[in-house]
């Protein structure tokens, strides 16, 4: 059974840092391409980044560029997202999510770890 | 950027269907996916690839997607149903992003 879960989340001052972690387990890790989602609350969804399975292509929403930065360690089955200079926007359930097997659409998610960015 | 458009809500009685739109710039030729969201709970495939189904999903949901319009339909609606539901596609033009549309809610009256 695939599983992804999410921990790290909590409250943090703007301007601060936090690191995301996501334990996956079930499937073969280093051979799914990898994101992160959030959702702030009361809103949409927002994809936030995406990892290739080696770690070698990255991508991110424009808000995040600069800031947030993802990265893997197949070794762990282990997916992270380090985000620096947090503001009151960034504030949102971030997911954990599994890109399906050479297609353009997540078919596994976590539950979700909340982030709050607040003084 | 791309943008996708849903109505913010929509509402069907139990047993009737309910069609959830997602318009873009000819959307029609781009792969729509689509997820339910319920309270408290992270997202579920329920229409991959326009119309394609994963397993476990029951088929009164279907798609469909031509020119400016992809729609999500759910026949004979159950109360069970009722969640949010994006549409989301990979947009190859603007660097690799993947975008959501802004979610529909779906009630059952």
């Known amino acids: 059974e695939v599983q992804l879960v999410e921990s790290g989340g909590g409250l943090v001052q703007p301007g601060g840092s936090l690191r995301l972690s996501c334990a996956a387990s079930?499937?073969?890790?280093?051979?799914?391409?990898m994101s992160w989602v959030r959702q702030a609350p009361g809103k949409g969804l927002e994809w936030v980044a995406n990892?290739?399975?080696?770690?070698?292509?990255?991508y991110y929403v424009d808000s995040v560029k600069g800031r947030f930065t993802i990265s893997r360690d197949n070794a762990k089955n282990s997916l992270y997202l380090q985000m620096n200079s947090l503001r009151a926007e960034d504030t949102a359930v971030y997911y954990c999510a599994r890109v399906a097997a050479g297609l353009y659409y997540f078919d596994y998610w976590g539950q979700g770890t909340l982030v709050t960015v607040s003084s | 950027s791309y943008v996708l458009t849903q109505p913010p809500s929509v509402s069907v009685a139990p047993g009737q269907t309910a069609r959830i739109t997602c318009g873009g710039n000819n959307i029609g030729s781009k792969s729509v996916h689509w997820y339910q969201q319920k309270p408290g709970q992270a997202p579920v495939l329920v229409v991959y690839?326009?119309?394609d189904r994963p397993s476990g999903i029951p088929e009164r949901f279907s798609g469909s997607n031509s020119g400016n319009t992809a729609t999500l339909t759910i026949s004979r609606v159950e109360a069970g149903d009722e969640a949010d539901y994006y549409c989301?596609?990979?947009?190859?033009?603007?660097?690799?992003?993947?975008?959501f549309g802004g979610g529909t809610k779906l009630t059952v009256l």
């Open positions: 079930g499937f073969t890790f280093s051979s799914y391409w």
């Open positions: 690839d326009d119309s």
């Open positions: 990892i290739k399975q080696d770690g070698s292509e990255k």
């Open positions: 989301q596609v990979w947009d190859s033009s603007s660097d690799h992003h993947w975008v």
